[in-house]
């Protein structure tokens, strides 16, 4: 046992006390006899100025032995002086063992009165002595701090009772250290022997003090209190505390112990399990393991390169143990190396007319869409009938090889079928499908994977979807394409390069796998609601198909097809419980809709169909005929209006209709202008974006110069301010289309005449007032479809688009091409000037009827 107490100059060191200092120490300690015994004798003994040592960190109590090793030059000094003197010493300890040199304000005022018995001088210059406490002291006042410390000191006596009570303290004490001492198997025997025989509970306490660990505080408050029955109960709570630490040590050090031999246990079991299999002929777990990933590797049918980098792997993994860390992160590597579908692919089904008839029945119209997958089985089907033929006598092309699959973007508004086509796609083809969602991914490891240095690493979304479908050539839809986020991890849309690219998927390298995989036969189909967001090199890598909004005529099909009977079943209703008639549809589609696709839609038949399936609950059991007023009862008030909204908005000068595209389709926004005096002024409202800003100055410009030929005065636009707004200012606005429709509504309010109610317009324009093409056409003439807008007016570029509407929406709507901003006018503007009497008429009536 090793106990140190450390002072400003002085080491307490048992072990490294010469042998025989020790020896008279134990000696002494065992024996315990106080130097002094007599008050009388100790009070004529104590020098009237007596050497103070400052102790670090430790108490020296009365009857107690203490080796001390002394260092500080001034203690050193101190030392010398009393050894050729009595050896009278006075021993307090310093309020911060910190402090090396401590001042009399940083010492305690109660210490122990020692005397110096041995002194053992040191190669290293230190002093190791062994002194013996006396009795208790209290510093009356310093005398003199140089060379050393000195001060007077008077005695303190100590109470010692005599009583039953004390008795039974000694006794809890003396069981206490026994218990302490069977978990400190380095105490001295002599020690503990000495502690059991003691009958005097000063020297009992004073002892055990001495070699227990206690605060310094706790060993200060000890030789401070007054009474032995004090002292004794402080002690017990001292060596309850220390038994508890020493306890709760012993029960972590068992708990290790336990787990080592618990560990051992295993090893030796393994090995001898191991022995036994070799006897019976029987390869252990892990070799096991290791055979069954050599078959499941010559099984994959797996590339040169990721067989030969899968054999490595297995090659290392054979000689690890299983219990080291890097075999758990060889052996799932290994894992999905052999479960990925290497060799698998599903046949497809080459039979044209079945896949038509699939087509049609999960989805209506989609016409380009549909030619194009029957093309692409067309062309397999083809190929695989001349296959011999085809590859007889042709020169093989090393720089490019035959493109298996297909990478197509389906872009449209929402709600118009895009993520269903996928399903459908690979229920036509019989292909396995699978689909992933890419808004808001923006780590670029989600693509490509982790590298398997980094701890949890995985291979990326692409070849978990692989390993999911278990299939080579999955029809696999990329959702929302034009929603990748991209960050300081990395681009998505850049890994996605490599994914969509025929020319390089073939060869996809995974982070995480770091082999080849062959992407090249799968069908990649991704969605998105507009191309602007999506890089053009990626854009650039897919074959773009546009999915436009539905007419009220197709809205009404999908609805009696599709929508209708899927409610129904999902609300739990028998299909002649529940009929909807055409008109009860339309007036869904005209009042409760106002979108391209057909989601809102299916929502307002779902909420009737549970108001039926609710009054049925209650009792209702009459099959229920849907009609308009039926529509009326059950959906309340209809939250569109667009007819009379036109009419009304655009029976005053000054206001236009044009037509407008937005990533959820085409929609019908009005541009209004009015005029005030004042100073030449042009100001533009209804949160614009710089590019629509710039196109209203373009317009008003060109307006302004053909004033003369409206009439105007030379000076009409000094002495006037103009207001350009759009409504609907919480939403932002920009892009050049709505150039000829500003042009109209300043041209409007400068004749006094008011633009036709039938008619909307889009096109972009020059300062010379040329029109120009602009894009989204289709999108922009269902959505004045829909609002009942039956002429057009467009950029004569833009003809060619009309080829692309449905045969209802060319028969009922008119079309006006134009190549300047006066055919425009002169297509939108009334030939009459504005009579006021006709709106008041107007509004009249209406509010009348209404």
Sequence with gaps: MQILHMTSDVEFNFEKMPQSLRNRDEKKRASTTPVIDDDDDFNEQIPAELPI????????????????????????????????????????????????????????????????????????????????????????????????????????????????????????????????????????TELIASALNLDDPLQLVYTIATYIRIDLEDQQNLLEIENSSEKLRVLMGLLRKELDVLELGHKIQNEAQSEMEKVQREYFLREQLKAIQRELGEGDEQVVEIEEFREKIAKANMPEEAAREAKRELDRLAKLPTAAAEYGVIRTYLDWMVNLPWDVRTDDMLDIPHARQVLDEDHYDLID????ILEFLAVRKLRKERGEALTKDKVQDYMRRRREGAILCFVGPPGVGKTSLGASIARSMGRKFTRMSLGGVRDEAEIRGFRRTYVGAMPGRIVQTMRRVESRNPVIMLDEIDKLGRDFRGDPASALLEVLDPEQNSEFRDHYLDVPFDLSEAIFI?????????????LDRMEVIELSGYTEREKLQIAKQYLVPRQNE???????????????????????????????????????????????????????????DKVRELLAHPPYGYRTDIEERVMRPGVATGLAWTPVGGDVLFVEATQMDGRAEFQLTGQLGAVMQESARAAFSYIRSKSLDFGLAANYFETHAFHLHVPAGAIPKDGPSAGVTIAAALASLFTNRLTRQNVAMTGEITLHGQVLPVGGVKDKILAAHRMGIDTVILPIRNEPELEKLPDEVRRSMKFIMAKTVDEVLEAALEPEVYDPTVRRQYLSHHHLSS
Excluded: C, W
């Excluded at 090396?100 to 002595?129: C, K, M, S, V, W």
């Excluded at 009737?608 to 609710?614: D, G, L, Q, S, Y």
């Design 369 to 372: 869409i549909k030619e194009r």
């Design 53 to 188: 040592l400052p102790l670090r960190g430790t108490v020296v109590y009365p009857h107690t032995a203490i080796p001390l090793t002394v260092g500080q030059p001034r203690s050193i000094r101190l030392v010398d002086d009393v050894a050729t003197s009595n050896r009278m010493v006075g021993l307090f300890a310093a309020k911060d063992p910190a402090l090396e040199t401590p001042n009399p304000d940083q010492i305690y005022e109660i210490g122990t009165l020692a005397q110096i018995h041995r002194l053992f001088r040191a190669p290293d210059g230190t002093i190791r002595l062994l002194v013996q406490g006396i009795a208790r002291i209290r510093i009356d006042q310093y005398t003199t701090t140089e060379p050393y410390l000195k001060a007077s000191v008077i005695p303190v006596p100590e109470q010692v009772e005599e009583s039953l009570e004390i008795e039974a303290l000694i006794r809890n004490v003396v069981d206490q250290f026994t218990q302490l001492s069977d978990l400190m198997p380095n105490l001295p």
């Design 570 to 628: 999902e609300n739990g209703l028998f299909p002649d419980e529940v009929t909807f008639s055409d008109e009860a549809i339309l007036k869904i589609i005209q009042d409760y809709t106002r979108e391209a696709g057909v989601r809102s839609l299916e929502r307002q038949i779902g909420k009737v169909a549970r108001k039926i399936v609710t009054k049925i609950a209650e009792g209702t059991h009459t099959p229920v005929r849907v009609t308009p």
């Design 526 to 538: 991704t969605t998105a609601n507009e191309l602007d967001p999506i890089p053009r090199p990626l």
